[in-house]
């Protein structure tokens, strides 16, 4: 069924618990069977209390007259079961008197037994229960570190792309300037073979101008220019 | 002592007076379901106060078993009475 909304949940800290503690002792009770209560009742109306020095407790002399009353008239008659019943009640007594406090502490430690067992119970559930709110916040401390743990996982994923980035860039340099290369090699062979194309040509149309009979003139001047060329050299070291 | 007002029907009996006891008797609540629960609420005011306790006397358990006593001879008083030792009292 719903909750009723009338009733608040958890509005305190402290449980209203419907039970008090037991009391620690019972009404009194006087001779086993008066309540005191009785010998209280004429105490509003007429102030006489059980101290007072004008009698000798006003119930007792009640009592005793009603005692004498009863035997004289014989409601209460005296027969076999009077003696039973003086018999018994004596016997009674003096057990009650002699074994009552034994009892009471065999009675008492029983109980105590028992309060132990389920203060022992109480305080065990108490301190899992007090650990387990210490876990909790200790987990929730640790969720605070999250955005921390959310940075670093972030920085890591910029610097990969970074570095795929810079990567696939120095592919692209690398690629564009080999094909470069490749135009600037095919353009200097060209030239070159060019070049040599072109010298070869002139040496060779160079070469068959000249006729055996010049070449030979052509090489005596030479070598008399080289020898001159010595000789001035030497003059020159000499100096 | 100048309490406040309640009405007869909330007074405790202690607290009626004789000229109130007829009304009083009148508002209470006689049903049987009454009568039970009058029975129930004053066997649990005794045990409350002599018997559920931390160290309980005597007195508990001692004035059952005299009211006991007391009920058992005037059931059986016819019977006793002619133990009685004189005829004219």
């Known amino acids: 069924g719903l909750v009723q909304a009338s009733r608040g949940l958890h509005t305190s800290s402290q449980c209203l618990a419907p039970m008090p503690p037991m009391?620690?002792?019972?009404?009194?009770?006087?001779?086993?069977?008066?309540?005191?209560?009785?010998?209280?009742?004429?105490?509003?109306?007429?102030?006489?209390?059980?101290?007072?020095n004008i009698t000798f407790s006003l119930f007792y002399m009640l009592g005793t007259g009603l005692l004498v009353y009863l035997l004289s008239k014989e409601i209460y008659v005296i027969n076999h079961e009077t003696y039973a019943g003086l018999a018994m009640l004596s016997v009674i007594v003096y057990g009650v008197k002699k074994f009552?406090?034994?009892?009471?502490?065999?009675?008492?430690q029983l109980n105590d037994e028992k309060l132990a067992k389920a203060q022992v119970v109480k305080d065990l559930t108490l301190n899992s229960m007090t650990e387990s709110i210490e876990n909790e916040k200790k987990e929730q401390w640790r969720t605070e570190g999250r955005s921390l743990l959310f940075d670093a996982k972030r920085n890591n994923v910029a610097m990969?792309?970074?570095t795929n980035y810079r990567e696939r860039l120095h592919m692209v340099t690398n690629e564009v300037k080999r094909r470069l290369d490749y135009h600037v090699a095919l353009q200097n062979l060209k030239r070159r073979m060019e070049q040599e194309h072109m010298i070869n040509w002139v040496e060779m149309s160079v070469v068959s101008t000249i006729s055996p009979q010049p070449e030979k003139e052509s090489i005596t001047k030479c070598i008399s220019d080289l020898k001159a060329l010595a000789k001035t050299s030497q003059a020159k070291a000499t100096v | 002592m100048a309490g406040k007002e309640v009405s007869i029907a909330a007074k405790a009996l202690r607290d009626v007076k004789l000229g109130e006891l007829g009304a009083w008797f009148g508002s209470r609540d006689m049903s049987p379901k009454g009568i039970i629960s009058a029975i129930c609420r004053g066997r649990d005011r005794y045990l409350n106060k002599y018997i559920y306790v931390k160290k309980g006397g005597i007195g508990g358990i001692a004035m059952i078993l005299t009211g006991y006593v007391a009920l058992s001879y005037?059931?059986?008083?016819?019977?006793?009475?002619?133990?009685?030792?004189?005829k004219y009292h």
């Open chain 2, 74 to 86: 005037v059931w059986e008083y016819d019977h006793i009475k002619h133990d009685r030792w004189r």
């Open chain 1, 100 to 108: 009552g406090p034994q009892v009471a502490a065999y009675a008492d």
């Open chain 1, 23 to 52: 009391p620690e002792h019972g009404g009194k009770v006087r001779h086993g069977i008066f309540p005191e209560e009785l010998f209280q009742l004429l105490y509003p109306k007429t102030g006489v209390t059980e101290c007072s």
């Open chain 1, 160 to 162: 990969l792309l970074e």
